[in-house]
């Protein structure tokens, strides 16, 4: 398991302000001015905060020159405790699955006894 | 942010059930008994092919088509399952290696390994998976996955 990526990730969530910011990204692509307008902090503080957001590959920005707008990643957030959570599901399934099984087939169990 | 080449992870599940030793270990060893448990959900999977060679050095290979809008991931239709067993204590102890596929993308290589304990009239299952999931995974929609998941994701997380 990458630890280190996933601490990077976990520490730039923990911050109220950055997650309103991931918030707001999900609507869509926004400017920093456009994301700096709900909050009661300055541009450069703002910055501050999608500087963090960027180096845990939370959002990425465009390149224009002018206007770099910002947008939000999923990659860092679907690794590998999404292969975990499918995979357990996956188990969990066939368990839940094989529970049955075993209980149609108990010794002593009439085929299609219900009770 | 650069995609990884390979990530690696470990989980366990302990799963008591109610039946002994012999009919819960008969359910992954035989193939009658695996192919009434080891399979998609039926409303949902319609099975391709299953082989099983239950026995060190065999494979067992399980693939199934999902039905439209079924998948639990938008953009493939058939999973594949293969595996080879490298060790086999009967009521005891099974460890295979496995690997899946989501149409021809390579997603995961895993090694499983489930032990068999009795408790009382019962049975207690642990399997023990450590995998490795590779760019394939994360290649299936990752950023195509609407913004509602990620969110959902973020509030489970916090």
Redesign the interface.
């Known amino acids: ?2 630890t280190d ?1 996933l601490s990077t990730t ?1 520490a730039a ?1 923990a911050d109220p302000t950055r ?1 309103a910011i ?2 707001r990204l ?2 869509g692509e926004a400017s920093v001015q456009e994301l700096a307008e709900p909050f009661d902090i300055s541009l450069p503080a703002v910055s501050r905060h999608l500087k963090v957001l960027e180096h845990a ?1 939370l959002i990425s920005r465009g390149r224009h020159a002018q206007w770099r707008p910002c947008r ?13 959570a ?3 599901a996956e ?5 839940d ?7 149609e ?2 010794p002593g169990k009439t085929p299609g006894d219900e009770s | ?1 650069s ?2 080449a390979a ?5 366990s ?1 302990d ?1 008591r ?3 002994g030793i012999a ?2 270990y008969a ?1 992954f060893a035989t193939a009658e ?1 695996k192919a ?4 998609g ?1 039926n409303e949902k999977w319609e099975m391709l092919r299953r082989e099983f060679d239950f026995r060190v050095g065999g494979r067992e290979y399980l693939s199934g088509r999902w039905r439209a809008g079924m998948a ?1 991931r938008a953009d493939f239709s058939v999973s594949t399952f293969e595996a080879f067993y490298f060790d086999i204590v009967p009521e005891r102890r099974i460890v295979y290696a496995y690997d899946m596929h989501l149409d021809d993308r390579h997603i ?1 290589v ?1 090694l499983a390994t489930l032990e068999f304990t009795t408790v009382g009239a019962c049975t207690e ?1 642990k ?1 023990t ?1 450590q ?1 490795v ?1 590779l760019d394939g ?2 290649d299936a929609g ?2 195509e ?1 609407g ?1 509602r ?3 959902e ?2 509030a489970t ?2």
Not at chain 1, 91 to 95: I, P, V
Not at chain 1, 97 to 103: D, G, P, R, T, V
Not at chain 2, 36 to 39: D, E, H, Q, S
């Open positions: 398991m990458q990526a976990f969530l997650r991931l918030a999900a609507i590959g939000i990643e999923a990659a860092p957030l679907r690794t590998a405790q999404d292969w975990i499918e995979r357990r188990w969990e399934r066939n368990f699955q094989l529970a049955a099984y075993l209980a087939t108990a | 942010m995609k990884p990530q690696h992870a470990t989980f599940i799963r059930f109610d039946a009919r819960v359910a008994g009434r448990w080891f399979a959900p639990p995961s895993s299952l399997l998976e995998g999931f995974f994360d990752g950023r996955r913004t998941d990620l969110l994701r973020l997380s916090l």
